[in-house]
């Protein structure tokens, strides 16, 4: 079966801090994988998508960027952090056909301060 | 712009009682649909999906979806306290290849001992 693993559960950085976040797929090749933002008491924002490796494509122009370095692993970075980069950050995967749901990891809650 | 609308609630049922949450969608070719639950601090997880006009049961959990007025809704029969959580209504609009979902901002739900 696929799982989905993305790490850490909470980070706490200060302003202006770099960030990575790392998230990893097992069981299943050539995924879509997508990062998305939930800000407190807002929906779901994709942030980045990817169909493969090195392609990335960006739904919000931000201080953020994505990477694939391989087939299964997705990074979400930032070179300096800002106080509005708080939020819940989620991880998840889909496989290539454009009518599957998508399935996400545990997330990883980020405070900005 | 694809949107995709809920009520935010709170909704609040007894014990028992049936649970219904809708969902609006602006793009008439969106031809997938899913239900997501997202318990407080945590990822949301897949509970439906749903791709053609009429009902699907699964356990207590009914989709219905009509396409002709552009609605897809969740019952949720003999509602727990267990059921507590925000749903999520994703839509994957038409011509999408890529698994990209839009989601509604969610329905709070509340089932009262």
């Known amino acids: 079966s696929q799982t989905i693993h993305q790490w850490p559960a909470t980070l706490v950085q200060p302003v202006g801090s770099p960030l990575s976040l790392e998230c990893t797929v097992e069981?299943?090749?050539?995924?879509?994988l997508y990062w998305y933002r939930q800000a407190a008491g807002r929906g779901l924002q994709l942030l980045f998508y990817?169909?493969?490796?090195?392609?990335i494509s960006s739904e919000v122009p931000q201080n953020l960027s994505a990477s694939r370095p391989q087939d299964r692993q997705f990074i979400l970075s930032s070179k300096k952090l800002l106080l509005s980069d708080s939020g819940f950050y989620l991880c998840?995967?889909?496989?290539?056909?454009?009518?599957?749901?998508?399935?996400f990891g545990n997330g990883t809650r980020l405070t900005v301060t | 712009q694809k949107e995709v609308e809920q009520n935010s609630g709170p909704l609040s049922v007894p014990e028992g009682a049936i649970a219904s949450l809708n969902c609006t969608y602006s793009?008439?070719?969106?031809?997938?649909f899913f239900w997501y639950r997202q318990y407080s601090g945590k990822s949301p997880e897949l509970i439906m999906s749903i791709y053609s006009n009429g009902d699907k049961e699964d356990g207590r959990f009914t989709a219905q979806l009509n396409k002709a007025s552009q609605y897809v809704s969740l019952l949720i029969r003999d509602s727990q306290p267990s059921d507590s959580a925000t749903y999520l209504c994703?839509?994957?609009?038409?011509?999408?290849?890529?698994?990209?979902?839009?989601f509604g901002r969610g329905t709070q739900l509340t089932v009262w001992p």
């Open positions: 990817s169909v493969g490796i090195g392609q």
């Open positions: 793009d008439r070719g969106s031809q997938s």
């Open positions: 998840a995967w889909s496989v290539r056909t454009g009518d599957s749901p998508l399935h």
């Open positions: 069981g299943t090749s050539n995924p879509n």
């Open positions: 994703a839509v994957n609009p038409r011509g999408s290849t890529l698994g990209r979902l839009y």
